[in-house]
């Protein structure tokens, strides 16, 4: 079974900051995804990466999937307190199921 | 276009008693998915179906079933239920034409109290 390993687990930081959330296989992947899910509300698919040192940017976000394709990260310029949620990576080899990362809870304060 | 809804949003029952969650996919989409999340395990898979058929199932007890009807809404079941079925119970949809590269919609979930 292919894991998929997040950190930080927690991350609290001011409006302005920059910060990286990484997710980690314990294999390669052919293509990831990265989701938001805020309090009350089921995740949001934020981006898909599927080739070796893809990048990818959605405004202040900058995704990266590894050269091995083992692990991507994402990268927020500026945070603002709406950045506030879960980040989930999820691989999607296959659309019939998704396999998430166990999360990373993001707090940004104002 | 309406978004993916589950009923009902929240729930309370009590030990050895049975649930069904609902959730309504977006018009025009034929698959459907259940996860489970919880603070410990995060989100898993329970099932997906498709054209009223189960065509995947993740690794869970026989107590978790499902079943899909002919618009394509779908019915969650977790019969005799323990403290640990505590969770937030999602759905998501999407077209199901293709297995690849298809973006999941998910609704914002059931959550379930189990006392």
């Known amino acids: 079974t292919q894991l998929l390993e997040q950190s930080p687990q927690f991350l609290s930081i001011q409006e302005g900051e920059n910060l990286t959330v990484y997710c980690n296989s314990s294999s390669v992947f052919s293509s990831l995804q990265w989701y938001r899910q805020e309090p009350g509300e089921g995740p949001v698919l934020l981006v898909t990466?599927?080739?070796?040192?893809e990048v990818k940017k959605l405004k202040r976000l900058t995704f990266q999937f590894g050269d091995a394709r083992k692990d991507s990260s994402l990268h927020i310029t500026a945070a603002q307190p709406g950045d506030t949620g879960l980040y989930l990576c999820a691989l999607s080899g296959s659309a019939r199921q998704l396999t998430f990362g166990s999360g990373t809870q993001l707090t940004v304060l104002p | 276009k309406a978004g993916v809804t589950q009923t009902p949003r929240y729930l309370i029952k009590t030990r050895g008693q049975q649930v069904t969650l609902s959730c309504s996919p977006i018009?025009?989409?034929?698959?459907v998915s259940w996860y489970q999340q919880t603070p410990g395990q995060g989100l898993q898979f329970l099932f997906e179906y498709f054209s009223e058929t189960q065509r995947n199932k993740g690794n869970f007890p026989g107590r978790f079933s499902g079943r899909q009807f002919s618009n394509s809404r779908s019915e969650m079941n977790v019969s005799t239920l323990e403290l640990g079925d505590s969770a937030l119970y999602l759905c998501?949809?999407?077209?199901?034409?293709?297995?690849?590269?298809?973006?999941?919609?998910f609704g914002p979930g059931t959550r379930l109290l189990v006392l």
């Open positions: 998501a949809s999407r077209p199901g034409l293709a297995e690849y590269q298809e973006t999941q919609y």
């Open positions: 018009s025009g989409h034929r698959s």
């Open positions: 990466v599927v080739t070796g040192g």
